[in-house]
């Protein structure tokens, strides 16, 4: 009898002991409740969804500086974190669940993030953050270049699934985006960011709807580089044109200046075509300043050529002049036959017609010589008054 006593009495006490609370504190024993290891991969295929009509709603994320982060919720994938030491997370592979399939729709090339980690949240929430870089197809209106402003877009989608099972929602607001990307991005850049707009819309395909996210980001390009290599030289040389234009020096010697200094605009001519951004649209008003102010310089030249050749002229005839003065015996006689013809009223001596023929040059020298400032004045002065019209016409243009 005493015996039977102590048997049950050690075997109560060895139950006792067994049933001693186990404590479920390491990632292992989460991993082994969610039956991770043992399952195969079909979870990493099928859509997350307890209730069929209703789509596995995906959050989207979006920093400026292409760090892409995604959330979505797995009804599968949960757990108390009281019973697990108040774990309430970990992170898994990104081949252990399904992971919504979304790609950029503008992208042309790029780096694949090595980066393929997801978090797990104790209510089957997951977040997954990569760190993309890309390069994308962005049409350039480079009308205003360098003062211009360019807007790209950055589609989010994935035609797997239809709208009625995959549905893409941003996270965030544009102005809480636009703050982030502002404390992130570079600033000392071509670029500067301005402004941020999302767009949600259902792409139709084969009479099915697709969720899409567009973002739409605005860039103000930083004209500094460009004014200091490339408009203000230009506005220099033709000043310096203009200075040489207006200047005392010979229309020889000005002719030598135009010439060296359309050289020089050539050359940043040249700086320009290697900067421009190429474009199958209308010309750029950069464009159109260059080559106005390359045809300004050579209506210069041809004005100087002009005037010199006027002087020449004027040089020619005085020569003339001054040996018929020497000399008024060469100057040509009538013929006979039209002494007989034009009767006794036109016959003159010699000594008359030399007299007359050298006053008549000479009042054409001073008439000449008159005209020659006066032609000076008009020319230089329309010039001026196009160049100012160019220039007033180019600046309107870039500040609408």
Not at 32 to 56: A, G, R
Not at 72 to 93: G, H, K, M, Y
Not at 200 to 212: I, P, R
Not at 333 to 345: C, D, E, F, I, V
Request: glycine share 4%.
């Amino acid at each position: 009898m005493m015996q039977g006593v102590f048997v049950a009495i050690l075997t109560f006490s060895l139950g006792t002991a067994g049933a001693a609370p186990k404590y479920l504190c390491t990632y292992y024993d989460i991993v082994d409740y969610l039956n991770i290891s043992s399952h195969d991969k079909l979870h990493t295929y099928i859509l997350p969804k307890t209730n069929m009509k209703e789509p596995v709603e995906v959050k989207v994320d979006f920093f400026l500086v292409a760090i892409l982060s995604v959330e979505w919720q797995n009804p599968f994938a949960t757990w108390d974190p009281r019973d697990f030491c108040n774990i309430s997370e970990i992170v898994l592979p990104m081949d252990t669940y399904w992971s919504p399939p979304i790609f950029i729709l503008e992208r042309v090339s790029g780096q694949n993030p090595e980066l393929n980690y997801m978090v797990l949240m104790h209510n089957g929430s997951f977040n997954s953050t990569r760190p993309y870089q890309v390069t994308l197809t962005c049409s350039l209106i480079i009308f205003k270049f360098p003062f211009d402003t360019q807007m790209c877009n950055l589609s989010i989608a994935s035609f797997l699934y239809p709208v009625t099972d995959f549905v893409m929602k941003t996270r965030r607001t544009p102005t809480e985006i636009i703050k982030d990307s502002k404390s992130l991005i570079l600033t000392d850049g071509e670029w500067k960011f301005t402004n941020l707009s999302i767009i949600e819309f259902t792409e139709m395909m084969d009479d099915k709807g697709f969720s899409v996210v567009t973002y739409v980001i605005s860039m103000e390009r930083q004209p500094t580089l460009y004014i200091l290599n490339l408009i203000l030289p230009t506005c220099a040389l033709y000043l310096l044109d203009m200075a040489v234009l207006f200047g005392p020096s010979s229309l020889e010697e000005k002719i030598n200046f135009q010439i060296a200094i359309i050289l020089g605009s050539s050359m940043l001519a040249v700086i320009l075509n290697n900067s421009l951004p190429t474009s199958s649209n209308k010309p750029p008003i950069i464009v159109v300043f260059f080559l106005g102010t390359f045809l300004l310089m050579i209506m210069a030249v041809l004005d100087t050529f002009f005037l010199l050749y006027q002087q020449h002229k004027s040089r020619g005839l005085d020569k003339v002049l001054r040996s018929f003065q020497q000399d008024p015996h060469k100057l040509p006689k009538r013929p006979p036959g039209n002494l007989a013809k034009g009767g006794p009223q036109q016959l003159h001596s010699p000594k008359a017609q030399g007299q007359g023929q050298p006053t008549k040059r000479l009042w054409q020298l001073q008439e000449l010589d008159q005209f020659l400032p006066v032609l000076e004045k008009v020319l230089l002065f329309s010039h001026l008054f196009l160049s100012l019209f160019f220039f007033t016409v180019i600046f309107v243009k870039w500040s609408s």
